[in-house]
């Protein structure tokens, strides 16, 4: 399918930056074949338009990297909120726990100031102080107490009320295991952010993106002179071409004014000829007819003379 498309350029360098040759015809340079429309590359088009992709490439993929790291923040966050959920959820069974205990040491008449509650407390500090990391020590003095109060036996209340307690230790595990998670996404949270305020990815996209548009524009300013400097050069060369052409035309005009000049001359060289010779031939007639003349002159005298003889000759016969 052929279509017709007209194109205006202000100079035939941009005729020839789409194809078009010098050879053409104006009607066959109105007319762009759809087949060959690939072919018709426009080099400082397509030099802008490849910077345009390629700071849009750096522009998309930082944005995308950028989205990427909002979601993992994002994600870490609503990890930061689930174990928060969790040791709340905890947490309210331990208190949970503890209400159960201070109960139960209400219905038992345990005084918080005896020595039954003392020595209760002795026990959980020293359970405690077996705990993976724990920082609780007990002096020897305590030691010592804890040592005896097994030996005598433990209460039923301190029996029911430590086994309340050791029901606590899963949920004291969960809020410890939590908060380590919790505490490993916070820190993640935050070192990306202070990554982000030392250097912001999409001001620097921004900034790469301009310096390539800016570069590129710099070699289409480079490319329009150089096209500018071809076309120049090519009107020059144009213009030589003429002025040689000019010349060989006025050398040939020259040149037949010349041979036109030497055939006036050799006209005039024939004619002065022709005028010599009739000049010659006329002086030769008028020689002739004095040559008749004399010639009669001397027949006329010769024949007086004869006839002279003949009258002599009669004398002396008589």
Do not use: C
């Amino acid at each position: 399918m052929k279509v017709n498309h007209t194109i205006f350029m202000g100079d035939d360098t941009l005729r020839a930056r789409h194809g078009y040759e010098d050879g053409q015809k104006d009607s066959d340079r109105r007319t762009i074949f759809a087949g060959g429309l690939k072919k018709v590359i426009d080099p400082i088009q397509q030099k802008r338009e490849q910077a345009q992709k390629q700071a849009m490439k750096i522009i998309g993929d930082t944005w995308a990297n950028d989205q990427k790291i909002d979601n993992d923040l994002d994600n870490r966050r609503e990890k930061v909120r689930e174990y928060q959920k969790e040791i709340g959820a905890a947490n309210d069974e331990l208190l949970e726990i503890k209400n159960n205990r201070a109960k139960l040491r209400e219905d038992m008449g345990i005084a918080e100031d005896s020595q039954e509650e003392q020595d209760l407390k002795l026990l959980e500090k020293e359970i405690d102080s077996r705990k993976a990391g724990s920082d609780i020590h007990l002096t020897k003095e305590e030691q010592e107490r804890i040592a005896q109060i097994k030996a005598n036996g433990l209460t039923e209340y301190q029996e029911r009320s430590l086994a309340m307690k050791s029901g606590g230790a899963l949920y004291e595990k969960e809020i410890e295991e939590a908060s380590q998670k919790m505490q490993g996404e916070n820190a993640a949270i935050k070192s990306t952010e202070l990554e982000r305020l030392k250097k912001d990815p999409m001001v620097g996209a921004q900034k790469a993106a301009d310096e390539i548009l800016e570069q590129a524009s710099d070699q289409i300013v480079g490319m329009l002179m150089e096209e500018a400097k071809d076309h120049i050069d090519e009107e020059m060369e144009e213009k030589k071409e003429a002025a040689e052409k000019a010349e060989e035309k006025k050398e040939e005009e020259e040149e037949r004014i010349e041979k036109q000049d030497e055939k006036k001359e050799q006209e005039e060289q024939f004619r002065e000829q022709i005028k010599d010779s009739t000049e010659l031939m006329t002086q030769s007639d008028e020689l002739l007819e004095d040559v008749q003349k004399e010639v009669k002159k001397i027949l006329d005298e010769m024949k007086l003379l004869e006839e002279d003889l003949k009258g002599a000759s009669v004398d002396t016969a008589g």
